[in-house]
């Protein structure tokens, strides 16, 4: 093998025949940023913890993916993000779950991981920890895009009870029914 | 949901997994992103792993860490145990894809979607980007 970095920005139903040029441009593009990110910090000398958050933190960054920035909403109109990390030489592990002020959760998660004794923590507390051990706090409306408020608003117009996956629809189980990337 | 693993000069192993969950989600709700073993996993002596799917079958299937247990057990190549654990998963009603990468710098990005947004890079610093099937 002579891979060094892997990444996803989500997985569903994604055709071309969907697709825009100039969007499929700026995600080629984010995703080579995003792997150029890593890289560079392997080439450094970096550890793949670093060149794994390196990567994260521009996909989140970004408003076409689901995380961070661009995060879809929740029924109450909320951004709610989770992110975990592991390294796999100590087999530690940090993670974050339902925060809203992180402006990069996977910073958070590395915290966590690093910074305490524990691996999880959620919700308010995620945050206070987060704000103490330095991470970048921002106002909720950060995470506001159009996109995913449109989508949010569509989903509730279907069905006010039901969840939407990621990005797809007409799913085995017939449950999602969705034509965009939701998340 | 976005994610990567990646290996170092060092010869460590590393993944990270970052989401906003799910649109119109209610009471709390918290997928497989976050949940050490499913959403992500890395080990020095297999392989590092992170998901993006549906986070229900994802947890369901423990889908990391039963991607490294096929390769340290049953000593499975990355390709064939990341396939097997997404083939779980789809079995199972759920969909989505994850990114592997072993300790030899070996890897798979498989997928039971349409398509999935992936990318990967060599040591020699190769860029491949895929989008659909």
Redesign the interface.
């Known amino acids: ?16 025949k969907n ?1 825009t040029p100039e969007k ?1 441009t700026q ?2 593009a984010a ?2 940023q ?3 990110a ?2 560079a910090k ?1 080439q450094e ?5 670093d ?3 390196a ?2 933190n521009i ?2 960054d970004n408003p076409l ?4 920035k ?7 109109g909320k ?11 100590t ?1 530690e ?1 940090g ?4 925060v809203t002020t992180i402006k ?3 910073n958070a ?1 590395r915290a966590v991981m690093e910074k305490s004794e524990h ?2 923590m ?2 308010r507390g995620a945050e206070a920890f987060a704000k103490e051990a330095g991470c970048e706090i921002v106002d909720p409306s950060y ?1 506001y895009t159009e996109d ?1 408020w449109k ?2 608003q569509k ?2 117009k279907e069905d ?9 629809f007409n ?3 017939g449950i999602i029914n ?1 034509d965009n990337k ?2 | 949901t976005v994610g990567a693993v990646a290996l170092d000069k060092s010869g460590n192993l590393a993944a990270a997994t970052s989401t906003g969950g799910m649109t119109n989600k209610k009471y709390g709700r918290i997928g497989d992103s976050p949940i050490i073993g499913a959403g992500t996993y890395a080990n020095n002596n297999t392989v590092a792993v992170s998901g993006t799917g549906w986070g229900e079958f994802f947890i369901r299937t423990v889908v990391g860490y039963d991607v490294s247990a096929l390769m340290e057990y049953k000593k499975d190549p990355v390709s064939k145990a990341a396939q097997t654990v997404i083939d779980k998963v789809g079995k199972l009603g759920g969909d989505g894809g994850l990114i592997a990468l072993d300790k030899d710098g070996n890897m798979a990005m498989p997928f039971n979607t349409e398509g999935m947004y992936r990318g990967a890079i060599t040591k020699d610093g190769k860029i491949e980007i895929y989008i659909y099937k």
């Open positions: 093998g002579n891979y060094v970095l892997v990444i996803h920005g989500g997985a569903g139903t994604i055709l071309k697709m499929e995600y080629r995703l080579e995003a792997l150029k890593g890289y392997i000398g970096k550890s793949s913890l060149a794994v958050q990567a994260v996909l989140e993916f689901n995380a961070g661009g995060a879809v909403f929740t029924h109450d951004n709610e993000m989770d992110a975990s990390i592991m390294n796999g030489k087999l592990a993670a974050v779950a339902g990069n959760p996977i998660a691996v999880m959620a919700g995470f995913r989508g949010l989903a509730l006010s009870m039901k969840a939407k996956l990621d990005h797809s799913n085995k189980l969705i939701f998340g």
